[in-house]
């Protein structure tokens, strides 16, 4: 019983108390920081927004924890020195994502560059340091994944809003749900679901398209060249995706 009310109470500082007072801090934070004459347009807060993404990033991790995560030392995992890298990450993302509602002109155009791109230096610096004090755990590889889909949205999103890449190019955001999607609908349709490919040419395709947009982002950066390389960046993670599908559905060779 005590154990029960326990999970319930970790249950909702997760799925509650967390995601409010990360979203409150941030956008406290943002607020102070940047000019509010410079920010803002369609009646929205961008350091508002912010705070609001960063809590439904910690929300949505917070959903899918199921009650066999949620023992004894869950606080001390989710907030352990790798973790704690990685809500950086997530808090820089939400950040960019609240520069969707801010006009391009701003003399904070650069701010978005250097989120974005700090973030993904970031990006093997939790797992290395999960690794070398021996704490890799679920908690942070589930934020992890949340993260990163949720950077690969929101950067994307403000180079379209700012016309520094073409709409077309936000179908690298939409793959990865179109594929889950895709899977999903399989089983629903009680089809075989096999293996992806034994591969990390789709990492090593992430980390390129990671450092592109974030490039598209850096205000002195041509745009013209970026919209010429776009298509040529684009395609190989498309087809990456292609290729993923096909294997998992039966139509390529997977190897277990």
Known sequence: MAEARRRRSVRVGVGVGLPLVAAIALAALLLRL???DEMGR????????????WAGQLWYVGYGLGPGRLTGGFWRR??????????????????????VVVPPATTLAWVPALCYGTGVALDNLDGTVARTVGRETD?????????????????????????????????????RYVFRG?????????????????SD????????????????????VPTDLVWTLAPVVLAPSLA?????????????????
Request: aromatic share 12%; proline share 7%; glycine share 10%.
């Open 139 to 175: 908690i942070g590889r589930r934020l992890d994944m949340a993260f990163d889909t949720f950077g690969f949205v929101a950067a994307p999103l403000v180079a379209v809003v700012w016309g520094l890449l073409p709409v077309w190019y936000l179908s690298i955001s939409a793959a």
């Open 201 to 220: 040419l789709g990492k090593y395709l992430a980390g390129v398209q990671m450092v592109f947009v974030t490039v598209a982002l850096v205000p002195p």
């Open 240 to 256: 990456v995706f292609a290729r993923d599908y096909l294997a998992v559905s039966g139509r390529l060779p997977g190897r277990r």
């Open 78 to 99: 989710l907030l352990g020195l790798a973790n704690a890298v990685t809500l950086v990450r997530g808090a820089l993302y939400a950040v960019v994502a609240g520069f």
């Open 42 to 53: 369609w009646g929205l807060s961008p350091a508002v927004l912010a705070g609001v993404c």
């Open 34 to 36: 940047f000019p509010a």
């Open 182 to 198: 895709a899977v999903w609908l399989r089983r629903v349709r009680g089809l075989p679901v096999g293996d992806l490919p034994d």
